[in-house]
């Protein structure tokens, strides 16, 4: 069974930088594609960035394009996302998901395993 959970959140003020990791156990952080969501109060959950098996990155939200980092460490079975130049409107609990496929529209459109999440919260 895959396990999936969370850690990095926290309290920051505008411009600053986070890095959330999520601690994969059950299988390789490599075996199939893993990705970032995001819900911010009142709103749907959004993708955020993805990792695909072969290590290619996609970022779904066009907002945090050019400022959040997707990557992956095999030593720690560990996926991460560099957040840089935060936005109150980063504010959001964010979580970690994957499926059984080697591809991010598909893990991304339907995720199969969830982690509890983690919340950000920008504001000064």
């Known amino acids: 069974q895959v396990q999936l959970v969370e850690s990095g959140g926290g309290l920051v003020e505008p411009g600053g930088s986070l890095r959330l990791s999520c601690a994969v156990s059950g299988r390789a952080v490599d075996t199939y594609a893993i990705g970032w969501f995001r819900q911010a109060p009142g709103k749907e959950r959004e993708a955020v960035a993805c990792?695909?098996?072969?290590?290619?990155?996609?970022y779904d939200s066009a907002s945090v394009k050019g400022r959040f980092t997707v990557s992956r460490d095999t030593a720690s079975n560990t996926l991460y996302l560099q957040m840089n130049n935060l936005k109150p409107e980063d504010t959001a609990v964010y979580y970690c998901a994957t499926a059984r496929d080697n591809g991010c529209t598909v893990t991304m459109g339907y995720p199969a395993y969830w982690g509890q999440g983690t919340q950000v919260t920008i504001s000064s």
């Open positions: 990792m695909s098996r072969s290590g290619g990155k996609t």
